[in-house]
């Protein structure tokens, strides 16, 4: 713990902090003696620093905070003014501090300052530091009136009283909140868990956690909201992982009472980034944070490492990253697989975009595992042990990993797939990112046509009447080379889910920059490489892509790879048409790619038809690009 003794010039903080580090037993450091010659030559002249001498001053003491906790703890006299100089103390990285606020009158001040010598701050510039003090709403707040050794005293009192107290707080105790709740007591945080108490439905949840969890001392269960607020430190950092939409907003109405500003309310489940939008800034008037957060990875990535998407005001992030990081999964460096995302909704619209890449792997090898099982005849185990070799050869992720285990689980001596009834579902997601490229302009097909399959597979009885009517059948594969054909499925594979990844980040770029959000698309790919639904080698190679590129497609490693699978991309799906098979996301990949590099288009015609029929005009090639045209196009 580091204990940061703060308050203007004449508060006691250095004598307090002084005798504070000998009753803990733990070195003591005045902030005073960092300041650069600079900043004590300007003071000493009357001058006020301003932000921009600080800046360096508060960097080389927040890097000597990561020292001394690691040195097992320290005292520090420091005045720490403003909110955002208290944000950059404990920003690197993120150091558990315990703040404690001398307070005073401005006269009782001024007399102390009055009766110091051979201190360079001057009486003058007290009223300076008064008019910039922003006092926190959190940390133990103690009057200067008593002498100093009373005041130890009851700072010591008070850090008794708080010592039960948790660092962060999560209501909700389904799936996936038990899973992190569990994750993050296993890293030793501190952690009190609420759930809701509803009778003969919802009774005791959280205790139940505990008691399931025994050997967890470090878990305070709540089904009281007043008591499960008072149970926390403050600035309160509370994780919501409840039901996304008008429940969320329910459960900020019910918390507002109990919290003060300053404290940060996390949205941990998929919410529209549009509500997230509007949370954010309806929370900040009141001066409350809300860090609106995807988290990928299911229920194993909770409790084990999920991806996490952090969104929203950058100094609520700052107060919560700790925590994040600490649970996060970590990429192959050993980083946590999270990072800042963007203000507003920009990690809930990341994580919209995350699982409509997912909805789109997750139908590009349902097609490709029908092909394989009903065109090709292949048995669910030789397509396994295909995919296996995939998994091997540089087409690895977490998506064709699961496709493998299903394809082997029996039940009764019979694979389990062929019994799980063929209708779909979308939580939303899904929806939302094709609506969100509609309103943005950006081309988004096959990933449009994932959500379009899964609303078509819900039409089962619709889908048995039509398939009587038509009397449909596939066609087998006859006389064709299986190695070939193999081959080519495996490029027309490859070379949909390059093209996927490049529609949702094109969506990514387009909504960044009407929203100036300045998302970073490597660092983004970074934090998917692990933790996350779409896991795999291909993020593990955007990282260095859009370290020099900004498109997939674009890129010239890219452009080389589709060239070689172009041919046998296009075969497999001309097979598959032609044998009766529907291949929404493939043929939608091929015609996305295909119309992406057709320099000539025939939408000249769709403007000529536009303007026929509703004078809409046109551009010409042949005439400057800011002039229009109509053309009275009937004959007359």
Request: aromatic share 8%; hydrophobic share 40%; net charge negative.
């Amino acid at each position: 713990m580091i204990f940061i003794v703060m308050g203007v010039s004449g508060s006691g903080k250095t004598t307090v902090g002084r005798m504070l580090a000998q009753e803990l037993n733990l070195p003591f450091y005045d902030a005073d003696d960092f300041h650069p010659a600079t900043n004590v030559t300007k003071m000493g002249n009357g001058i006020a620093l301003n932000d921009e001498d600080r800046q360096d001053w508060l960097e080389e003491l927040a890097k000597s905070i990561i020292h001394w906790e690691q040195m097992g703890g320290a005292v520090l006299a420091c005045s720490a003014l403003k909110e955002k100089y208290r944000i950059t103390l404990q920003s690197i990285p993120h150091s558990l501090i315990q703040w404690i606020f001398l307070e005073g009158s401005r006269d009782m001040l001024m007399d102390r300052i009055a009766a110091r010598t051979g201190h360079y701050m001057p009486p003058a510039l007290l009223d300076s530091q008064l008019e910039t003090l922003e006092k926190p709403a959190y940390g133990i707040h103690i009057s200067i009136a008593p002498p100093p050794d009373i005041i130890v005293q009851q700072i010591i009192s008070k850090l008794k009283n708080t010592a039960t107290q948790s660092e962060f707080g999560i209501v909700g105790m389904g799936v996936m909140g038990k899973s992190l709740a569990l994750n993050l007591a296993s890293k030793n945080i501190n952690l009190s868990i609420y759930n809701r108490h509803v009778p003969e439905k919802e009774v005791d949840i959280a205790k139940k956690v505990l008691l399931e969890n025994s050997h967890l001392n470090n878990l305070q269960p709540f089904d009281d909201i007043a008591a499960f607020v008072k149970s926390l430190e403050t600035p309160r950092k509370i994780l919501l992982m409840i039901v996304a939409g008008p429940v969320v907003d329910y459960q900020i109405k019910e918390l507002l009472p109990l919290l003060d500003k300053g404290d940060v309310i996390i949205d941990g489940g998929n919410s529209l980034y549009k509500d997230t939008n509007r949370r954010t800034a309806e929370l900040a008037e009141l001066g409350i944070r809300f860090v609106g957060t995807g988290i990928s990875g299911g229920e194993e990535g909770a409790l084990k490492g999920p991806s996490m998407m952090p969104g929203g005001p950058q100094e609520g992030y700052q107060l919560v990253s700790k925590y994040l990081e600490t649970i996060a999964a970590k990429d192959k460096n050993g980083k946590p697989c999270t990072t800042y995302i963007g203000p507003d909704g920009a990690g809930h619209f990341v994580k919209m975009v995350h699982n409509g890449i997912e909805y789109a792997e997750m139908q590009l090898l349902s097609e490709t595992y029908y092909l394989l099982r009903y065109y090709l005849q292949l048995s669910p185990w030789e397509i396994a042990q295909e995919f296996t070799e995939w998994q091997r050869s540089g087409l690895e992720s977490y998506l064709l990993e699961i496709t493998i285990d299903i394809l082997q689980k029996q039940e009764n001596g019979e694979l389990l797939l062929d019994k799980i009834l063929d209708k779909a579902a979308q939580k939303g997601t899904g929806g939302w990112s094709v609506a969100a490229a509609l309103e943005h302009g950006v081309p988004y097909g096959p990933l449009t046509e994932a959500v379009m399959a899964r609303s078509l597979s819900s039409f089962k009885d619709k889908r048995v009447k039509a398939a009587e009517l038509y009397q449909h059948q596939t066609q087998q594969a006859g006389g064709i080379n299986k190695q070939e054909y193999m081959a080519n499925i495996r490029k027309a594979y490859e070379a949909t889910r390059i093209i996927n990844h490049d529609i949702g980040f094109n969506l990514m770029q387009q909504v960044s920059d009407d929203f100036q959000w300045k998302l970073n698309f490597s660092e983004i790919s970074r934090i998917w490489t692990n933790g996350c639904i779409i896991r795999s080698q291909l993020m593990e190679e955007l990282v260095e892509v859009f370290k020099s590129s900004e498109s997939i497609l674009m890129a010239p490693e890219f452009v080389d790879r589709m060239k070689q699978l172009q041919n046998g991309f296009a075969s497999v799906i001309a097979q598959g048409l032609q044998s009766g098979f529907a291949l929404p996301v493939l043929s939608a990949a091929l015609n996305y790619y295909l119309g992406l590099q057709t320099a000539d288009s025939p939408a000249n015609l769709l403007q000529a038809q536009r303007d026929y029929f509703g004078a809409h005009t046109y551009k010409r090639k042949d005439k400057p690009a800011e002039q229009s045209f109509h053309t009275i196009w009937k004959p007359l």
